[in-house]
Structure formats: structure tokens, C-alpha cells
């Protein structure tokens, strides 16, 4: 498994801590890809951060930053995760594992903990739409990613992971759709 986080890093330095303690707790092969706007780069130290990457774009906005990964990074059969700056890695997130072992299965889709009360946002079929899902509730294999950009607007993971979708149809490739809860929604948020 060959599996890329990628962080648009629009926060300060305790974020970007708080999240790589998340990513280690997991005790799984990743590669970390931070993506921060050039201008906005003092300070920033990555040093204590294993398998760590740092893309310096000259870009702004997160779907801009995700975008300057897409363009940059070479295609390694890599799998792709987005881990917002405000949010934390779940326990559960290795239960998705086995599924990218899988050559047939482009993506995996999956529920998220919305808060400390444990209230979820589930995940079904129909969920794959703008202001139904949230970035972090998949995982995509960066070769059927291809030529796919983010559009930079709100709603732009919604749209993003609905052309996937569609694209897939094409080519018949598989979607995982779990109802597992495998990620924290903007856990750093919670009070």
C-alpha cells in the first residue's frame, strides 16, 4: 500500500502537530505531503515529522493547494487521502486498508464523526454529491484521478468526488461505499 496524506496548511504550526500525532498513532506506511502558500511559509518547521514532504505553491486557497499536489506529484500508484489542518486522523481509518489492496477498486468512500458526541454523517451511494460529502470521507487512487482537478469554489470536494464518480461509470472501475466511521470532521475544532 502506498498511501499519500496531503494537507493544504492554511493554520499555524500546533495544527499541523496535532495532525501528524494523529497520522503516527495510526502505525501505517504513509507518505505526509504538506501543501502551504509560499507567502506564508516563515516559521514552519516540518523537521520533526517523519516521511514528510513539503510543496511550497505559489497558489492560494486549499483546492488551488490540492490541485498544486495533483500537478506536481508523479503518479506512483499511489493512494490519496486528504487530511484537512483542522482535522485529526480516526482509529478506525486502518479498517479501510485492505480495500487498496484491490487493483479493481479506484475509491473508497466512508463515514465521519462530526463531533465530540459522536453524532456521523453517513455514507451511501447517493451520498457522492456537492454538500453530501466532505473531503475527508475518501480515499482515491491516483491514477484514475488522471487529469481531474479540484473547481475552487465551497462545494468544490462535492463536485470533485461527483466527476470521479462518473468517470469510474466509464471505465467501470469500483467505488467502495462503507458506512464505517473513519474520520474526524474538523476535530480540532472541537471544544
Not at 12 to 29: A, G, H, M, N, W
Not at 118 to 132: D, L, T
Not at 158 to 184: D, H, P, S, W
Request: charged share 25%.
Amino acid at each position: 500500500m502506498n498511501l499519500h496524506i496531503v494537507t493544504p496548511c492554511t493554520r499555524d504550526q500546533s495544527f499541523l502537530d496535532r495532525c501528524y500525532e494523529s497520522i503516527r498513532k495510526l502505525d501505517i506506511p504513509y507518505s505526509w505531503f504538506i501543501v502551504t502558500e509560499e507567502s506564508k511559509n516563515v516559521g514552519l518547521s516540518l523537521d520533526n515529522y517523519e516521511n514528510t514532504f513539503h510543496l511550497k505553491s505559489n497558489l492560494v486557497g486549499w483546492k488551488d493547494m490540492l490541485n498544486y499536489y495533483l500537478n506536481e506529484v508523479e503518479d506512483s500508484d499511489q493512494w490519496v487521502y486528504v487530511l484537512d489542518d483542522d482535522n485529526l486522523m480516526h482509529e478506525n481509518f486502518t479498517k479501510l486498508t485492505p480495500y487498496m489492496e484491490y487493483p479493481q477498486i479506484a475509491g473508497i468512500t466512508f463515514s465521519q464523526r462530526l463531533d465530540k458526541e459522536n453524532n456521523i454523517r453517513e455514507m451511501n451511494p447517493e451520498s457522492i454529491a456537492p454538500m453530501k460529502i466532505d473531503q475527508a470521507q475518501f480515499i482515491l487512487r491516483r491514477s484514475d484521478i488522471a487529469d481531474l482537478r479540484y473547481w475552487n469554489i465551497y462545494r468544490g470536494d462535492g463536485y470533485f468526488i461527483l466527476e470521479f464518480k462518473i468517470r469510474m461509470g466509464f471505465k467501470q472501475r469500483q467505488i467502495i461505499v462503507t458506512n464505517q466511521v473513519a474520520c474526524n470532521y474538523n476535530a480540532q475544532n472541537w471544544s
